[in-house]
């Protein structure tokens, strides 16, 4: 089952700069998801999105996220001011294939923030 | 409130069965989700139950009891290979399919 790929693998920046990650479904889907998991901890949802628009977001994505779609295929996750306590790897998700709405991951970013 | 319960650790031997216990209290739930996660790679997806019971799929089975809010994750016939964080995820009720997941259980296989 094809999942995702992301890109970059691994990301490093400075706190306060901006950071894009990208997630480029193999093939159409309808559901997408960004969930991130600090090194050691839980897996914790970020947001869903739902034809081309948020679906659900969680307590964590602030005013300092944003995700869209912009040329109907990329799906990217933007951090604005990035702080340290936004390293962590930040995985896509699709689902939707199917009628089964089971959520398979991408290979996840790792974002280093110095 | 949301509140995911599984063991943080467990060893086994290669060859043997082992039952990964998950307690799940919840405001809304469609199933429950069971992922593998190997170090520094994305959860891998193993079992999804909706419905009260058991389900196999060759070495791996998962059981789902709704009314008690509780599931497990049995693996037989350990491998090396199955070193590995093993994740119990929600499916919350919301709409579009949130996954809230627990700490997870990091098993360990010896020879």
């Known amino acids: 089952e094809p999942e995702v790929t992301q890109t970059p693998s691994h990301q490093v920046t400075q706190m306060g700069q901006e950071v894009i990650l990208r997630c480029v479904p193999i093939?159409?889907?309808?559901?997408f998801y960004w969930y991130r998991q600090i090194l050691g901890q839980k897996v914790e949802f970020l947001v869903s999105?739902?034809?081309?628009?948020?679906?659900?977001k969680s307590e964590i994505f602030d005013d300092q996220f944003s995700v869209e779609r912009p040329d109907g295929s990329n799906f990217t996750l933007k951090i604005r001011s990035t702080k340290l306590e936004d390293s962590a790897m930040y995985f896509c998700?699709?689902?939707?294939?199917?009628?089964?709405?089971?959520?398979?991951f991408g290979a996840g970013t790792r974002l280093s923030v110095l | 409130g949301q509140n995911i319960d599984q063991p943080t650790e467990m060893t086994a031997t290669e060859g043997a069965i082992v039952q990964i216990n998950c307690t799940y209290q919840t405001s809304g739930f469609n199933g429950l989700f069971w992922y593998q996660q190997h170090a520094g790679e994305a959860p891998t997806f193993l079992s999804y139950n909706v419905l009260d019971g058991l389900e196999e799929k060759g070495r791996f089975s998962s059981f789902l009891s709704r009314s008690k809010g509780y599931s497990y994750l049995l693996l037989k016939e350990l491998q090396m290979k199955d070193s590995a964080s093993y994740l119990c995820a929600a499916d919350m009720n919301t709409g579009f399919q949130k996954l809230v997941f627990g700490t997870g259980t990091r098993l360990l296989v010896s020879p």
């Open positions: 999105f739902y034809n081309n628009e948020i679906s659900e």
């Open positions: 093939s159409n889907h309808l559901y």
């Open positions: 998700a699709r689902a939707g294939r199917e009628g089964k709405n089971i959520q398979y």
